[in-house]
């Protein structure tokens, strides 16, 4: 069995646990928004059409900043199309995905929808077919209070208050050539720059999304980031990454170590932004929006200030991240028109973390067996996460051995915990088990009634292929 061992230093800040880190996405794409958010005449739709069922999930799911209206489908949205009497608007083609877009949703149902969850907006703009008059008349209608053309416009459509979004996108993976209106990193840093100063112009507070690369393997990474951030730096404040990752060809080894890669994306689009920022002689740091992050498999279907100390390593650079995406569509939450809505295996980790991880991320010191995979290298067969604060703790672990079970112990005599308040695993014998809408519950997570804390030192074992969170008082 293999046996690893775990350190936990209170004073190892890597950086607050940040609550837009567990955003997620909502796209005109597929049944993500219409029969997943939205069915009218559903049996628990409201008045407005939106399924209160999923409303719930989307809650317990404990999402935050959510990303809308795509991704891809932003390339070809004009924003007007989707505001004012539902009678009137337009049935455009979305070459994105090659479907029809009604239009019956939009920026302001979204919005009232985001209310019901409590969820905060993040919007994209199209850098790639319109231009910054469009941008500026979006920023306008969503955020000018009132008295102007388009803030005006948007009382008469019935929403008096502001919606006040803060993050915008400033277009979605322009990197990629399925992007309509796809563009080099020269061709799209120069309009992104000018949209992002007319839009600060505008409204200095906004926070604003860069592209970066659609992928840690695309042929432009890492240049595309240095380029663009050339044109950008002054005006944005953060640059996007996005990551799907899959099984190939039957390698589950390399599959289990795909935050391998995370690891490294970030690194090295935080060091082509730091490059850049260097060049400039600026103080200012631009942060990661981890926008699109999620298991796709796409070839099925196409510290507070306090905790300074010289154990500290540098903050964390991803202060906003977006599973992609929320409903139906590679989604924790799936739905059956006029049925039921269900968790998706993927539901369970993510709304654990969500409602555990507080405080700050604790740099956890791993002492484990390792093994080879063939697209990461080394990787640790147990991989783990730690979160604190004054009151709580957590610990979320892995076991990559697809075999066998794990045996850990993490000394947490620094975080003062005295007692374990909840210890749940999910795994299944077959790791490609998922909960499907015949067996809604066919992977849920348990009790690891093994787990028990004694003198500071917990122990506890990690079935095969598994994932675990540990809460701790
Ligand atoms: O999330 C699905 C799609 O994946 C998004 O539209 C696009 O940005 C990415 O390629």
Redesign the pocket.
């Known amino acids: 069995m293999p046996r690893a061992h775990i350190e936990l230093g209170r004073q190892a800040v890597i950086a607050p646990v940040r609550r837009r880190t567990f955003g997620s ?1 909502v ?1 005109h ?1 597929g049944r993500c928004v219409y029969t997943g958010l939205y069915e009218p005449g559903h049996p628990s739709a409201n008045d407005d059409g939106f399924r209160m069922d999923v409303v719930e999930l989307v809650g317990e799911l404990g999402s935050t900043t959510i990303r809308y209206p ?4 932003v390339s070809g949205f004009r924003w007007e199309d989707s505001v004012g009497p539902r009678e009137k608007r337009p049935v455009r083609r979305d070459l ?1 995905w090659r479907s029809l877009e009604s239009n019956q949703v939009g920026l302001d149902e979204f919005a009232g929808w985001l209310k019901l969850t409590g969820s905060e907006p993040m919007l994209a703009v199209n850098v790639a077919t319109r231009g910054i008059l469009p941008a500026l008349d979006l920023l306008e209608y969503a955020n000018h209070p009132s008295g102007t053309a388009l803030s005006d416009l948007r009382i008469a459509n019935g929403t008096p208050q502001p919606h006040d979004v803060r993050m915008w996108c400033l277009g ?2 322009m990197d ?1 050539p ?1 992007q309509t209106g796809f563009m080099t990193a020269d061709d799209y840093g120069k309009p992104a720059a000018r949209t992002a100063a007319a839009m600060k112009r505008a409204d200095k507070d906004l926070e604003l999304v860069v592209c970066g690369s ?1 992928g840690s393997t695309t042929p432009t990474f890492g240049d595309w980031e240095r380029t663009v951030l050339e044109h950008s730096y002054d005006h944005v404040d953060y640059v996007s990454c ?1 990551a ?1 990752y899959q099984e190939h060809d039957g390698d589950l080894g390399s599959f289990l170590a795909s935050a391998t890669d995370t690891d490294y994306f970030i690194d090295t689009v935080v060091a082509s932004a730091d490059h850049v920022g260097h060049k400039k002689r600026s103080n200012k740091k631009i942060n990661v929006s981890f926008d ?1 992050w999620n298991v796709w498999y796409l070839k099925g279907h196409q510290a507070s200030e306090k905790m300074h100390d010289e154990w500290r390593h540098a903050r964390d650079r991803v202060t906003s991240a977006s599973l ?2 929320l409903v139906n ?2 989604a924790p939450i799936m739905t059956e028109p006029g049925g039921p809505a269900w968790r998706q295996t993927t539901f369970y980790p993510f709304s654990i973390t969500s409602r555990l991880a507080s405080g700050e991320v604790i740099r956890p010191l791993i002492e484990a067996p390792t093994y080879e995979t063939a697209r990461y290298g080394e990787a640790s067969v147990v991989d783990a996460v730690a979160t604190a604060d004054e009151d709580r703790a957590a610990v979320f672990l892995v076991n990559r051995d697809l075999a066998q079970a794990a045996q850990v112990t993490i000394d947490v005599r620094s975080l003062g915990s005295s007692r374990i308040t909840e210890a749940v695993t999910l795994a299944d014998s077959d790791v490609y088990a998922k909960n499907t809408l015949a067996r809604q519950d066919r992977v849920t997570p348990a009790a690891n009634n093994g787990a028990a804390l004694a003198d500071g030192l917990l122990t506890i074992e990690l079935p095969p292929t598994s994932w675990t969170a540990v809460a701790l008082r």
């Open positions: 996405f796209e794409l795509g991704g891809d489908f994105a979605n993976e990629g399925w659609s996005h799907y699109e992609a995406q569509v590679i």
